[in-house]
Nanobody, 126 residues
Framework: VQLQASGGGVVQAGDSLRLSCAAS????????MGWFRQAPGKEREYVGG????????AYANSVKGRFTISRDNAKNTIDLQMNGLKPEDTAVYYC????????????????????WGQGTQVTVSS
């Protein structure tokens, strides 16, 4: 499965962005999906995840209430709606896929994922 993240850009604090992750070469319908981000000089950090059924989601405390993950299994895509962006949200954002056998609470680290997209840059100016 190949993942392609898109939708990044340069915005001002308080603005919104919607990132998308499209899959090809296979279906992500049976994968739990996650979003991560990595700022310069920092480790890749968990942003949130969504179960393969689309019913359950989880978020890092830093984005809870501002970011929303959704998926459209018919289109083989997941989205990350980001509202109320802050300068500290500036990072390269990655989507990733993990096997459905794992529960969301076990999918907080990059090592839990088997497929990764190439990332899309989000820059939030103050």
């Amino acid at each position: 499965v190949q993942l392609q993240a898109s939708g990044g850009g340069v915005v001002q604090a308080g603005d919104s962005l919607r990132l998308s992750c499209a899959a090809s070469g296979g279906t992500i319908n049976t994968y739990n999906m996650g979003w991560f981000r990595q700022a310069p000089g920092k480790e890749r950090e968990y942003v949130g995840g969504i179960r393969w059924t689309g019913v359950n989601t989880a978020y890092a405390n830093s984005v809870k209430g501002r970011f929303t993950i959704s998926r459209d299994n018919a289109k083989n895509t997941i989205d990350l709606q980001m509202n109320g962006l802050k300068p500290e949200d500036t990072a390269v954002y990655y989507c990733a896929a993990a096997t459905k056998a794992k529960i969301l609470s076990s999918l907080l680290t990059p090592e839990a994922y088997v497929y990764w997209g190439q990332g899309t840059q989000v820059t939030v100016s103050s």
